[in-house]
């Protein structure tokens, strides 16, 4: 398959990442993983001027701790989160979404940072970041800016990156939540995308919810945040029915369109299952 | 970054080394040249299969610094100064590795498309895991679609290799 030919580069520092991308303008694309670039440009949806290569940008592939949060490098590689000590340790629930994603061939090569970027709503970690209350870090020429990756996506395949920004890394603060899961149903289980999915956070305090959220994946034409079914929850008795009760309020947002991977009125039930489920298991097991 | 050389029709190359199964090659490629090319056409390594081009299938799989990756989707000047290992480097001293034998004495191979990647993905699973169960098995080769065998006797070979019941010579 013919990729477009294009003028390749390949800085060291982030700073000069920087500097060529502010030259560059929108004539260039970033590469990471590139498992999402190359496919584009394969099949002809993209044809870049100038690439500009992460590859040795190597403190962007860091994953760390540091006094009230978690760093995770923008290239750091979905296999690398899901074997991080450190992550299983704090937030199993990441390395575990990590895990429902792609082969281990493009695990090995596709990023987090390029997974966010990419801002399509069946990506697997920017609903569990999200669950996780993660913000991001956008540096370029002009400088630096952080922003709740929350606030990043805004339509479909729709994002706040400006041209000459490169997303450097993403913070997960210490946080009370009791628990966090990523439940997510592909048609198989090993390299597919969601036909829906859903991340929840919550933080239980006796037999209530103190505070919860919920974000869905492959739901509507962004990852989507459902802030009702989240207020549904707080403060009253957990049990089934009320989990239940919060799986329709998530379904009744969603959005999904029929697609090879599931018709809507289907997806839009599995949002109300998943979310049951993701809460319940949240609730009873902590960070899974 | 690579050395860049433009040739007198203005079009640009890279100068970059492949260290593909220990032997250190330094050659010329364009920015949009595919590692899978550059290994089957440039290299004469022609072990390393392409099926889908896409990421999909993995029979164009190899080892990236000891870790399999899908070479269709690697630009060739991406892996400048790294470690590969194609299937052409998997046989030490004249002798099949023990997977490979492994495969030959279950019937593993039909066809044999898949099989180069399926051969390096196990591979790596047994270097992590030199004791993988069979659903640890199944999930390190789910990135290697094989369309002949239905996997069960590719996986037993795989078990079997972990588990030293390969016989050298009963093929
Ligand atoms: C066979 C196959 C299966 C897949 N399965 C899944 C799956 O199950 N789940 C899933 O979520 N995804 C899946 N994907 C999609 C893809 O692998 C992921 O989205 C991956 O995380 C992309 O990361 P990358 O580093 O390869 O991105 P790239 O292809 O390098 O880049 C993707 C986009 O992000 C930009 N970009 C990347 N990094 C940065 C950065 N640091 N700063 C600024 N811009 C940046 C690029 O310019 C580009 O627009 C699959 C892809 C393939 C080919
Ligand atoms: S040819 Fe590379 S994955 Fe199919
Ligand atoms: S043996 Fe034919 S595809 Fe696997």
Known sequence: MYVPDFEYHAPNTVAEACAILAELGDRATVLAGGTDVLHKMKVGKLAPEHLVSLKNLDELREIREEPGRVVIGALASHNQIYTSQLLQRRYLSLPMAAHTMASNQICNLGTVGGNIVNGVPSADLPPILIALDASIRLTSAKGERTMPLEDFFWGSAQTRMEPGEILTEISIPDQQTTGSTYLKFGLRRSGALAVAAAAVSVQVSGDTLHAVRIVLASAAPTVLRVADAERSLIGRRIDDELLAEAGQFAAQASRPRDSIRGSAEYRKNLVGVLTKRALKKAIDEGHA | ?171
Do not use: F, W
């Open chain 2, 1 to 171: 970054m690579a050395q860049a050389i433009t040739d007198k029709d203005g079009v640009k190359r890279y100068l970059i080394t492949l260290n593909v199964n220990g032997d250190a090659h330094t050659i010329l490629v364009k920015g949009n040249a595919i590692l899978t090319n550059v290994l089957r056409d440039q290299l004469d390594l022609t072990g390393t299969k392409k099926g889908c081009e896409l990421g999909d299938c993995g029979s164009c799989t190899v080892l990236l610094d000891g870790k399999p990756v899908d070479s269709c989707l690697v630009l060739a000047v991406e892996a400048d100064g790294r470690q590969i290992t194609t299937i052409e480097g998997v046989m030490e001293n004249g002798r099949l590795d023990a997977i490979q034998q492994s495969m030959i004495n279950h019937a593993a191979v039909q066809c044999g498309y898949c099989t180069p990647g399926m051969v390096l993905s196990a591979k790596a699973l047994l270097t992590r895991n030199p004791h993988p169960n069979e659903q640890e098995v199944r999930e390190a080769i789910s990135g290697n679609l094989c369309r002949c065998t239905g996997y069960v006797h590719i996986v037993e070979a795989v078990l079997a290799t972990a588990q030293g019941r390969v016989t050298p010579d009963d093929h």
